[in-house]
């Protein structure tokens, strides 16, 4: 018997792709959307080989395109009788240094990973609502807690809107609708976003030790967690209070 519905952007790859996985594994039905729907249609297979029972349904979505969020969230409800976990996790990690000629970069950053990410939180909302419950997870980033040099400067920016939606809600108290809200702030762990840095930054994880941590920490509806606990607890609370001197010499 299921456990109930999930639903995950940004499934084709990456996190996404690795959380469907686990959460298949705990015995969770699937709605995964992503652009790349022949990675999807390869995961489904991957799955359905090792879970024959779970139901796991496929959607094409990108996520700028902001109609199409909304239709294909509702759509799944309708499809499956609800959605018990909504996964806002589809990005990108493009961008460049601020004043040096690639605001095309850094907005499409700001347009995927902040307003298709409101888009999304909407259109879980919209279901959670109607439904009086939920499970809202905002996939954030450790490099939200402060401002960011150069390259990350608007990817960080937009995790810290990311985590800024998700804490209005948890000041909205929707707990008390029914609704959980969920903010993971992944540190560094292997994924194709960042596979050409992986090797040469400190405390980088395989994807499934990573992504296992923050099923984890999503399972337990915790509302905030730094993942993996070690060493983002003690280092993510340095970089969120220590003076931005401190925070050159560490990030």
């Given at each position: 018997m299921s456990k109930g519905t999930i639903l995950i952007t940004g499934a084709s790859s990456g996190l996404g792709e690795e959380m469907a996985r686990q959460f298949a594994?705990?015995?969770?039905?699937?709605?995964?959307?992503?652009?790349?729907?022949?990675?999807?249609?390869?995961?489904?297979?991957?799955?359905?080989?090792?879970?024959p029972a779970t139901r796991v349904e496929l959607k094409a979505l990108d996520v700028d395109d902001h109609d199409a969020v909304f239709r294909v969230f509702h759509e799944f409800a309708d499809e499956l009788g609800g959605l018990d976990r909504v996964i806002v996790n589809a990005g990108?990690?493009?961008?460049?240094?601020?004043?040096?000629?690639?605001?095309?970069?850094?907005?499409?950053?700001?347009?995927?990973?902040?307003?298709?990410?409101?888009?999304q939180t909407e259109a879980a909302m919209e279901i959670f609502r109607a439904q009086g419950?939920?499970?809202?997870?905002?996939?954030s980033s450790i490099s939200a807690l402060r401002g960011m040099r150069k390259t990350i400067t608007t990817y960080a920016a937009t995790k810290a809107g990311?985590?800024?939606l998700a804490e209005g809600l948890l000041n909205e108290n929707v707990k008390a609708k029914g609704i959980d809200v969920s903010i993971i702030y992944p540190g560094y762990i292997r994924s194709e976003m960042n596979e050409k840095v992986a090797q040469q930054t400190k405390f980088m994880v395989d994807t499934h030790t990573g992504v296992k941590a923050m099923v984890?920490?999503?399972?337990?509806?915790?509302?905030?967690?730094y993942v993996p606990a070690w060493p983002w607890a003690p280092l993510g609370f340095a970089l969120k209070?220590?003076?931005m001197s401190v925070v050159r010499k560490l990030f």
């Open positions: 594994d705990l015995g969770y039905d699937l709605a995964l959307c992503a652009r790349r729907t022949e990675r999807l249609e390869a995961l489904k297979a991957e799955i359905a080989a090792r879970r990108l990690g493009k961008g460049a240094p601020l004043g040096t000629g690639r605001f095309d970069a850094n907005r499409q950053t700001a347009m995927t990973n902040f307003v298709a990410a409101l888009a419950s939920g499970h809202l997870v905002m996939i990311v985590a800024a984890d920490a999503i399972e337990k509806r915790r509302e905030k967690a209070n220590a003076p």
